[in-house]
């Protein structure tokens, strides 16, 4: 193991390119990269690898970004062959982990792989996220970090990450009683053109996951966390 640095780019943003590819099929919408995706990517690392707050490494077959934050170190760009998990994985979560802070990492469902490797190091699931792709109907002009309450529901229209493309901003709900008022949110953004509607659970909150399945959500990613 060694520091990811500005030599090693071309390879990183290469085999981050090729899990982009790799998610998309389980959530065409939600996961479509975006046509500029790469260019973003490279200038993000290349940000991050000069950072010296931000926990860059490689391996032979993965590396890892941690950016830091104030109580935790949020890990998403962590790119391993898929054979090299319970190894190579294995050593680049454990030294962002030896790093001293909280770590939240990022486990998209479509990588179990992923998962497993922080669980086997202790980490737990601390939120999920469920997804469904919304009618596109928009009638009205598109809203940046617009907050929509129905009664029994409300969310954030947020802009999606920069890799990727949906179509359009990304409905973020974050407390929902019913179902119905569920639906309701979810109409009203998809009018000002969202294209994804996207729930938070708690993993112990099963009335909601009873919910969502309900709705015709599923579940899009695993948020797990830990500490030493």
């Given at each position: 193991?060694?520091?990811?640095?500005?030599?090693?780019?071309?390879?990183?943003?290469?085999?981050?390119?090729?899990?982009?590819?790799?998610?998309?099929?389980?959530?065409?919408?939600?996961?479509?990269?975006?046509?500029?995706?790469?260019?973003?990517?490279?200038?993000?690392?290349?940000?991050?690898?000069?950072?010296?707050?931000?926990?860059?490494l490689?391996?032979?077959?993965?590396y890892?970004?941690?950016?830091?934050?104030?109580?935790?170190?949020?890990?998403?760009?962590?790119?391993?062959?898929?054979?090299?998990?319970?190894?190579?994985?294995?050593?680049?979560?454990?030294?962002?982990?030896?790093?001293?802070?909280?770590?939240?990492?990022?486990?998209?469902?479509?990588?179990?792989?992923?998962?497993?490797c922080?669980?086997?190091?202790?980490?737990?699931?601390?939120?999920?996220?469920?997804?469904?792709?919304?009618?596109?109907?928009?009638?009205?002009g598109?809203?940046?970090?617009?907050?929509?309450?129905?009664?029994?529901?409300?969310?954030t229209?947020?802009?999606?990450?920069?890799?990727?493309?949906?179509?359009?901003?990304?409905?973020?709900?974050?407390?929902?009683?019913?179902?119905?008022?569920?639906?309701?949110?979810?109409?009203?953004?998809?009018?000002?053109?969202?294209?994804?509607?996207?729930?938070?659970?708690?993993?112990?909150?099963?009335?909601?996951?009873?919910?969502?399945?309900?709705?015709?959500?599923?579940?899009?990613?695993?948020?797990?966390?830990?500490?030493?």
């Open positions: 193991m060694r520091p990811l640095t500005a030599a090693d780019l071309d390879w990183a943003v290469e085999a981050a390119a090729a899990r982009r590819a790799a998610l998309a099929p389980h959530a065409p919408r939600f996961w479509r990269p975006a046509a500029d995706a790469t260019e973003r990517h490279r200038a993000f690392l290349a940000h991050l690898v000069d950072d010296a707050a931000a926990l860059t490689r391996t032979d077959h993965g890892v970004v941690a950016v830091p934050g104030e109580r935790r170190r949020v890990v998403d760009d962590l790119v391993v062959s898929a054979p090299a998990w319970e190894t190579e994985g294995s050593a680049l979560l454990t030294a962002v982990l030896d790093a001293g802070q909280p770590v939240r990492l990022v486990a998209p469902a479509a990588e179990p792989e992923r998962r497993a922080a669980e086997a190091l202790g980490l737990t699931v601390a939120e999920v996220w469920w997804h469904r792709d919304l009618p596109l109907v928009q009638v009205r598109e809203g940046g970090k617009v907050r929509l309450d129905a009664p029994g529901a409300s969310g229209l947020v802009p999606a990450p920069p890799v990727h493309d949906p179509g359009g901003s990304v409905l973020l709900v974050t407390s929902v009683d019913t179902a119905a008022a569920l639906a309701a949110v979810e109409a009203e953004a998809a009018e000002r053109g969202a294209t994804v509607s996207v729930v938070t659970q708690r993993p112990d909150d099963l009335m909601r996951e009873l919910l969502l399945v309900e709705a015709g959500h599923r579940v899009t990613t695993h948020f797990l966390e830990g500490s030493r």
